[in-house]
């Protein structure tokens, strides 16, 4: 069984900066794509942005590109999501995922794509 636990999140001022970390068990995290949604008050939860399995190829929400950088440590089992520039609207509870693929260079934006979900850690920003 694969456990996603993030951390990372907080309060911080508009314009601050935070970076999210998804530490994953197991012994095969190179082999899964990783993910990071987020999910505001009543409102769905929303691709932010994903990476390979070698972490090669990522892809970034609209919303998140130029401010939100996805990373992983394949010795360290852990994705992380540095946040810069951020604004009110990047207020959620912030999810990592991860399926596991086949190929090394697949991206996976969708909800249902993933196969294993963190707990999430809130991450709030104040104006």
């Known amino acids: 069984q694969v456990q996603l636990v993030e951390s990372g999140g907080g309060l911080v001022q508009a314009g601050g900066s935070l970076r999210l970390s998804c530490a994953v068990s197991?012994?095969?995290?190179?082999?899964?794509?990783m993910g990071w949604f987020r999910q505001a008050p009543g409102k769905e939860r929303e691709f932010v942005a994903a990476?390979?399995?070698?972490?090669?190829?990522?892809n970034h929400a609209d919303s998140v590109k130029g401010r939100f950088t996805i990373s992983r440590d394949n010795a360290k089992n852990t994705v992380y999501l540095q946040m810069n520039s951020l604004k009110p609207e990047d207020t959620a509870v912030y999810y990592c995922a991860a399926s596991l693929v086949p190929a090394m260079y697949s991206i996976l934006v969708i909800t249902g794509s993933y196969d294993y979900w963190g707990q999430g850690t809130q991450v709030t920003v104040s104006s």
């Open positions: 197991g012994r095969t995290f190179g082999n899964y794509a």
């Open positions: 990476i390979s399995r070698s972490g090669s190829r990522t």
